[in-house]
């Protein structure tokens, strides 16, 4: 079966892209931004940490996105007293009508194509780290069996700022593995008269499925052949080097409030998430506007701070500013 | 096509990137250069030297900045990237060449890409993708340029620090009015183009004079060859056939000294020579010849006729000093001195003439005096009485700048000036006649009777000898200060 020609595919692309926007805006009121990040985390097949005070429409947002999506959903909500094998599954022991015992494995939530982990630093490391394979590998192995997870593989996970008592911070090795983290902040006073209307009558709004797995990983795929040049890939390269505090290019407040800077998967994910946005933008090429979009969703949790920079209650997202304002988008060794 | 299309875009584009960049460079230069103009410019006009020169830095500056771009190779991909910044493109061209170039595989997007870049690419212009931008100090490099241009315009020497030489200056402005006064006597019998050539190069060289850095030496050479070319022109004389006349006599006796010289030689080379006795038999017949030419001719001949070869050489030496022109250079002060006559005066404006220093009168208010100034037919009568009136206003001061006082080393307190002795008895003739004691000696008269026979013998003198009144006074003044009756 041939494909269709390559514009009409484009074209496919940004319809469906605005659709499953237009769906989810409609029930998510005032996150367009929020809304935008998760659809290109979700075509880019990049898990995305969304961190923000509770009631402010996380859990709706991926409960939503589920149901536009047309995918298999499951929600795990992380306690301290959630086991790995209440997440990734077990063996169960079955006897057969004649008489004989059987091992059947028995799925955990993990096994779906959306996987909302709600409050993931309320379970213990040993819990948290058995999302690790799942998020990085896309499978799952128990009892000695490697098991594949379906595609296109999702997780986006929860966490509450505040109430840090209980809770288990992530480790930085299981932070890295989320494309974005989005920070959901609280709505404009429009937005929240909105939202006051919305879901406090009868009328609940009705989410239609506009997508399934096929076209989601056809748009996956799409998004990764958008060319990107080497001005571009050269500007993503040296915002990566710049956070880190021992290069030459680091800015000076880098130097000073940041321990350890972005992985190399920090620019990767820079790279996958410019694509998908130079596709829906109508392009076939990534821009640097593309790089500086995602950039602080990208790279804001893979900055560890210093002391200083703790003690200072300086956020990510005020170095990533000085890092777009102090390195230049042309390479100056060209 | 799209490609082809895509790539002589991006050549235009980075052709014009490298236009502007080489004029921006210019213009970048500009400011260094024109204040290293500006600098040197500064510095040649006040060491008066042209100041052209120091313009270089500002066309050079510039220049090799905008060469050094030019000779840049063309460089697409960087071009392209630029004209999507500049244009808004979103780094569609810059990609899209950039993957043109490359070896990489044509992905189906890639070649998409490459159609939407080409279409946008022939929407877009050089000119409007590469704006020609001018560096910041550029207003300023052009105000600095163009006041090293006006100050190297300014005529040599308007800004230079050395002063002239006063001495030369002065010389120069008298020998300047000299020579006005001579053509405009002169004017009065000729009119000819070349007097008005000579009126003309004099007004130039007057007007160089009140020029700030003027070098006053070089003028006053240039002057003095002009006086010497005026007087020595036939055409422009005042009468021209006297002019001639005694031109041919100078000649005459020039060769007659030149032909004098040469016989003493043969007689120092061989005391029989026939060569120097016919020549100086022929000198002494010779009616070209001097009366001084001819008269030690003769006495050599007659010398010669004698047996005495060494008379014969005597005599010879003796007349090669008297040789007008041939012999030494006749020395200022050597008589009345007219002015603007002179080779030494003027080739030596700073040496004043020293009275006493010549064989002849003293020129000490007398070889400028009005009797003098009188009898030369050569001189205007203004000239005369502005030249007067310059030389005797203040006596006394030119008297101590020409003749500063000074005490000789003797064994003696005498003070002695400088200068010829005149007729009556001097200081020291007065102190041997009064036993003037040696060093250390006791004394042998009374101070009184000193003091009064001092007094009588200078006051005789200042009465015999012709001593300005204001020195008289200063005598006077002297002798009655130390009386010790007072």
New interface residues.
């Given amino acids: 079966m041939s494909q269709p020609p390559?514009?009409d595919r484009?074209r496919h692309f940004e319809e469906t892209f605005g659709r499953l926007r237009r769906e989810l805006t409609r029930v998510v009121v005032g996150q367009s931004d929020l809304v935008e990040h998760v659809l290109l985390a979700l075509v880019a097949e990049g898990h995305v940490l969304l961190e923000g005070l509770p009631g402010l429409g996380k859990t709706l947002l991926v409960r939503t996105l589920a149901q536009a999506l047309d995918l298999s959903f499951s929600r795990i909500q992380f306690t301290p007293d959630l086991m790995p094998a209440d997440i990734s599954g077990t063996t169960l022991v079955e006897e057969t009508p004649e008489g004989r015992r059987t091992f059947r494995f028995s799925p955990g939530p993990v096994f779906a194509n959306l996987v909302l982990a709600d409050e993931i630093n309320r379970a213990t490391p040993k819990t948290q780290s058995a999302l690790l394979e799942a998020m990085q590998e896309g499978s799952v192995t128990i009892a000695g069996e490697r098991r594949e997870l379906p595609r296109p593989f999702l997780v986006m996970a929860t966490q509450n700022p505040i109430e840090m008592e209980g809770t288990y911070p992530l480790p930085e090795a299981q932070v890295d593995r989320f494309l974005f983290k989005l920070q959901v902040g609280f709505p404009e006073p429009e937005d929240l008269v909105g939202i006051l209307d919305q879901t406090t009558g009868n009328q609940v709004p009705r989410v239609e499925a506009v997508c399934d797995a096929g076209t989601l990983l056809e748009m996956g795929r799409l998004a990764r052949?958008?060319?990107?040049?080497?001005?571009?890939l050269g500007y993503a390269a040296r915002l990566v080097l710049a956070t880190h505090p021992d290069r030459p290019e680091a800015p000076e407040p880098i130097r000073r409030y940041i321990r350890y800077g972005s992985s190399p998967r920090g620019g990767q994910a820079l790279i996958r998430a410019a694509r998908v946005r130079a596709m829906v933008s109508g392009?076939?090429?990534?821009?640097?506007?593309d790089i500086q979009a995602v950039l602080r969703p990208c790279l804001r949790h893979r900055l560890i701070r210093s002391f200083e920079g703790e003690a200072e209650g300086l956020e990510p997202d005020q170095l990533l500013e000085e890092l777009l304002r102090t390195v230049p988008?042309?390479d100056p060794a060209? | 096509m799209d490609e082809m299309e895509l790539l002589e875009k991006a050549r235009q584009l980075a052709a014009r990137d490298r236009q502007v960049r080489a004029l921006g460079a210019a213009g970048g230069a500009l400011c260094p250069g024109a204040a290293l103009a500006l600098f040197l410019v500064l510095l040649l006009s006040l060491s008066g030297q042209p100041a052209w020169q120091g313009l270089a830095p500002l066309a050079l500056l510039p220049a090799g900045a905008a060469l050094k771009e030019f000779l840049q190779p063309l460089r697409l991909v960087r071009a392209a990237y630029q004209a999507d910044r500049n244009l808004g493109l979103q780094e569609r061209l810059g990609t899209a060449v950039e993957w043109l170039l490359s070896e990489r595989p044509r992905s189906l997007m890639a070649q998409v890409l490459l159609q939407d870049a080409a279409s946008q690419a022939r929407l877009v212009r050089p000119r409007a993708a590469f704006p020609q931008r001018w560096p910041g100090g550029l207003r300023t490099g052009l105000l600095l340029a163009v006041l090293a241009i006006t100050l190297a315009g300014l005529p040599p020497g308007r800004l230079s620090w050395q002063r002239p030489d006063a001495e030369a200056l002065t010389a120069a402005r008298r020998q300047a009015q000299e020579l006005r006064h001579l053509l405009h006597d002169r004017s009065l019998h000729l009119q000819s183009a070349r007097l008005l050539e000579f009126q003309a190069r004099l007004e130039a060289l007057e007007r160089s004079l009140e020029s700030p850095g003027v070098d006053a030496r070089e003028v006053l050479e240039r002057m003095t060859a002009l006086s010497e070319e005026l007087q020595g022109s036939p055409e422009l004389a005042s009468d021209p056939g006297a002019a001639q006349d005694a031109a041919a006599d100078r000649q005459g006796q020039i060769r007659s000294a030149r032909q004098l010289r040469e016989a003493a030689r043969a007689l120092a080379e061989d005391p029989a020579s026939e060569g120097a006795r016919s020549l100086l038999e022929r000198l002494a017949d010779a009616p070209e010849s001097s009366e001084e030419v001819g008269g030690v001719a003769a006495r050599a001949l007659e010398s010669l006729r004698k047996g005495d070869p060494e008379g014969a050489a005597r005599a010879l030496a003796q007349g090669q000093g008297e040789g007008p022109g041939e012999g030494r250079e006749a020395s200022a002060g050597e008589g009345p001195t007219p002015p603007g006559e002179g080779r030494q005066a003027l080739a030596n404006p700073g040496q004043q003439v020293q009275p006493g220093q010549g064989t002849g009168e003293a020129d000490f208010g007398r070889g400028t005096t009005l009797e003098h100034q009188e009898s030369a037919e050569t001189r205007s009568r203004d000239f005369v009485l502005e030249r007067q009136s310059q030389r005797t206003a203040d006596w006394t001061e030119e008297y101590r700048r020409l003749h500063p006082p000074r005490r000789d080393h003797l064994p003696s307190a005498d003070a002695r000036v400088p200068g010829r002795l005149g007729e009556g008895p001097t200081l020291r003739d007065s102190g041997q006649a009064l036993g003037r004691p040696r060093v250390g000696d006791p004394a042998r008269v009374q101070p009184q009777e000193g003091f009064h026979q001092a007094r009588e013998s200078a006051e005789a003198a200042v009465a015999r000898e012709e001593i300005p009144s204001t020195r008289r006074d200063l005598v006077r003044d002297y002798f009655e200060g130390i009386d010790p009756r007072l």
């Fill in positions: 390559l514009t484009v052949e958008v060319v990107a040049g080497s001005a571009v392009r076939y090429n990534v821009a640097l506007e988008p042309e060209r």
